[in-house]
């Protein structure tokens, strides 16, 4: 495992870092829970010491199985990385979307990142983690509806309380970066990041890279479509987001496994599987620190944490530029 600091900070995590979204279950049909404690083990095992969670994803139940599966471990050994902003038990802010909660009942979501809100979900965060502080403490998706410097001042207590130790955003372009960037010294972006999904390197990525802000690139796997494991007529679970996302209709899934098929002797030359070397790819990308990976059970972690053993040469990395270019 390779392992790298987090913009201007001394805090070092794991370049594939175990992303705790589905782990939940929350929005991916189910998960089960004692798996999802294993998988989160089994990374570790093999080197993976970060794990990026969230106070949505299941309403809690992320958290605390993150919390319960680094019992026992020397709490300065792993880094926690969750959230704030996403509220699910406060009709603030504005509506994110309409979902269903643990036990299938529908609920609304907002973003909201009021001081009193933030302080109220950060003590709610360290109690299902099972901690007394966050490694980094990142707003969920923007919120219109509170000023940017009051968010971070809250976030910033938080650091002077030792209760977080350093901050970050998720899903923020440069001008909301550098807004927040006058009241707080930041660290990290995390934002959406594939071979098929490219968009922050038009402006995002140019920005962290000049100002020194890590990016923590999630759904690098493109929520498994670049596994090659989904074929056009795959039939997902009932709750699973992805059933109704525009990557995962026949047509791009089409699209996306040619494009798979193509950088597969690379992978079978390493002896390793497509969404092994997109993982490597990826970490390799200008801008980019980690690669945030999901998984459901110990199997899955165990071949995500192996992209590291991959030695990408420069013309193997040109070759799926220009392949990946031309998607």
């Given at each position: ?8 900070s001394d ?216 596994t090659g ?84 040469s420069k ?13």
């Amino acid at each position: 495992m390779e392992y790298r600091k987090l913009g201007h900070s001394d805090l070092e995590v794991s370049a594939i870092t175990f992303g705790a979204w589905a782990a939940g279950g929350w929005m991916w049909g189910s998960t089960d829970r004692n798996e999802a404690i294993e998988a989160i083990r089994a990374s570790y095992e093999l080197g993976v010491t970060s794990m990026d969670t969230a106070p949505i994803y299941e309403q809690g139940t992320s958290e605390e199985i993150v919390g319960e599966a680094i019992k026992g471990i020397s709490r300065d050994k792993v880094q926690i990385l969750t959230k704030f902003g996403m509220r699910w038990d406060l009709d603030k802010g504005t509506l994110a979307m309409q979902s269903k909660n643990n036990d299938g009942k529908d609920i609304d979501i907002y973003k909201y990142a009021g001081k009193e809100s933030i302080i109220y979900e950060c003590e709610q965060s360290l109690k299902r983690l099972g901690t007394d502080y966050i490694d980094l403490y990142q707003i969920h998706w923007p919120d219109v509806t509170t000023p940017i410097d009051e968010t971070f001042e809250a976030v910033s207590k938080l650091i002077e309380q030792g209760k977080v130790r350093f901050a970050g955003v998720c899903n923020y372009n440069a001008q909301q970066l550098a807004e927040a960037e006058k009241t707080l010294k930041l660290v990290s972006n995390q934002i959406p990041f594939s071979m098929v999904n490219r968009g922050i390197e038009e402006e995002t990525v140019p920005y962290c890279i000049e100002n020194n802000k890590s990016i923590l690139a999630y759904s690098p796997l493109e929520r498994g479509l670049l596994t090659g494991k989904i074929s056009p007529d795959y039939k997902f679970q009932a709750g699973d987001h992805r059933a109704n996302h525009a990557h995962f209709q026949a047509d791009f899934i089409q699209k996306t496994n040619q494009l798979l098929d193509k950088i597969k002797p690379i992978a079978d030359e390493h002896d390793a599987t497509l969404g092994q070397l997109v993982l490597r790819w990826t970490i390799e990308r200008p801008g980019v620190t980690i690669a945030l990976a999901g998984a459901r059970n110990a199997e899955q972690a165990v071949q995500n944490s192996k992209a590291m053993d991959i030695q990408l040469s420069k013309e193997e990395i040109e070759t799926i530029d220009k392949l990946v270019n031309a998607f």
